[in-house]
């Protein structure tokens, strides 16, 4: 089974982490959504033999150094939560969009919820609770990134 | 270790043409299990190891240079505004900044007779140090995504003398230190992350404590100060020195409030930075401290 177009993968797994770097003024930091994660997300639901835990483990770096954070915070709970796409792909495909909204915010707060227990483990200040506003945002974001990014998969032909 | 990122189809497990309805679930479970293991060595044991830190440290360029890129645009559209601004608004703005001007020149003057004042004492001590710290000017060109925390990226790095551990002014007192160097960047830790805690003195009365951030922007807080202590809202903190790594006599932050719960043995106290930190993107890395000269790297 030969790739296909996989550039357009990491070129949006790329997009989207550039738009962590968008400047927000310091207390709507919380908000921004983690589009990041999003993308991941939707491409380990559509091509889970292309997209799995080593690519959530590099985007989990890749914040890391883009937030200034110790190396190896963020990707535990982004590798776990790709885990479990990767087992329930077949199922969470079939959910309506309200349904997949809902797994997907699952999803972040478990992803969100590792990283926490991590920063206690490591003395990093642990985030706000305003950083649930921002996984809520998230939420909303999927129907939209995952609009966006199947028109490219189609579009490109990715598989 | 060629496994842990190579696709599965490459095992030879699903070398056909058809797509493959499940995943070879062991393969992934192997491999969440390795990389989930090498996270947290590198978390818990080998975080301060030289190459691990080398790694964080060679991305703050490459970090600062792409939100430089993306940053880019908004900045344009400012310099649009600012290049609209009407002909009186910058006359206002001139006339306000000369008076400015004027006010802290003649406290300069007052500030260079007691410099020599100072110099004549310390040299009737036999003291040899210089009065002066030298200063190197950065600005500040982003601020971490992390919400949790108060990290900023500045345009100065190793090559214009930026060490880890400097202190960083804003235009009215201490805002924080220098936490990671690269060549031509680096990333401050200011006074209000809660990570950060730094020895202040109050002003007035030399009274010496810890003054913690919150987490807040706008706040720091000093615990374990007995109820009985001689300290009040408006008292200015400054830095005491102790702890080798601040030079004594910045200002840090104003006393905002001072909390005694009737019984308790400790008040809380709170305090508002001196500089704003959400405010203003020039800021000075004090390079070398004249205070320090000769003692141990902290």
């Known amino acids: ?159 | 270790m060629s496994w842990i990122f190579s696709q599965p189809n490459k095992t030879g497990d699903w070398g056909s043409v058809i797509k493959p309805l499940f995943l070879k679930q062991n393969l992934i479970s192997a491999r969440f299990i390795v990389l989930t293991l090498l996270c947290l060595s590198i978390l818990f044991i080998f975080r301060e190891h030289p190459r691990v830190t080398a790694v964080q440290r060679g991305a703050v360029d490459v970090v600062a240079f792409t939100s430089n890129i993306v940053v880019a645009p908004f900045d344009a559209w400012d310099r649009l505004l600012e290049s609209m601004r009407s002909r009186n608004a910058l006359r206002d703005e001139v006339l306000r900044l000369q008076q400015e001007n004027r006010v802290l020149k003649g406290q300069a003057q007052r500030l260079a007779s007691l410099l020599s004042e100072n110099a004549r004492y310390k040299a009737l001590l036999n003291s040899a140090r210089d009065i002066e710290d030298e200063l190197i000017a950065a600005q500040i060109s982003s601020v971490s995504p992390d919400p949790a925390r108060h990290l900023v990226m500045l345009d100065k790095g190793a090559a214009d003398g930026v060490e880890e551990g400097q202190p960083v002014l804003g235009v009215e007192g201490l805002i924080g230190q220098i936490v990671l160097v690269d060549e031509n960047n680096s990333r401050a830790l200011l006074i209000t992350d809660s990570a950060h805690a730094l020895p202040v003195q109050v002003n007035r009365s030399g009274l010496r404590a810890i003054a913690e951030g919150s987490g807040d922007i706008d706040r720091l807080v000093i615990r374990h100060l007995a109820a009985t202590t001689d300290i009040k809202a408006g008292d200015l903190l400054v830095t005491s020195g102790l702890g080798g790594r601040f030079p004594h006599g910045y200002p840090v932050a104003r006393v905002t409030d001072v909390e005694i719960a009737a019984g308790d043995a400790f008040a809380v106290v709170s305090a508002a930075p001196a500089s704003a930190l959400d405010r203003g993107r020039h800021v000075l890395v004090v390079a070398q401290s004249s205070q320090f000269e000769g003692a141990a790297a902290p």
């Open chain 1, 1 to 159: 089974m030969r790739a296909h177009a996989v550039w357009v993968i990491y070129a949006s797994i790329l997009a989207a982490l550039l738009f962590t770097l968008l400047p927000l003024p310091l207390d709507w930091r919380g908000f921004r959504p983690d589009v990041a994660a999003l993308a991941l997300f939707y491409w380990v639901l559509a091509l889970p033999h292309r997209v799995g835990v080593a690519t959530a483990f590099t985007v989990g770096v890749t914040q890391d150094l883009i937030e200034g954070a110790p190396l190896g915070l963020s990707s535990p709970g982004l590798m776990l939560a790709t885990l479990l796409l990767l087992y329930n792909y077949q199922r969470i495909r079939q959910f309506d969009l309200l349904q997949q909204s809902l797994a997907i915010l699952v999803l972040m707060l478990l992803s969100a919820g590792i990283e926490q227990w991590l920063r206690n483990g490591i003395d990093v200040p642990s985030a706000p609770w305003a950083a649930v506003a921002g996984m809520i945002c998230s939420m909303l974001f999927w129907v939209p990134t995952r609009t966006v990014l199947r028109h490219f998969r189609r579009y490109y032909e990715v598989y």
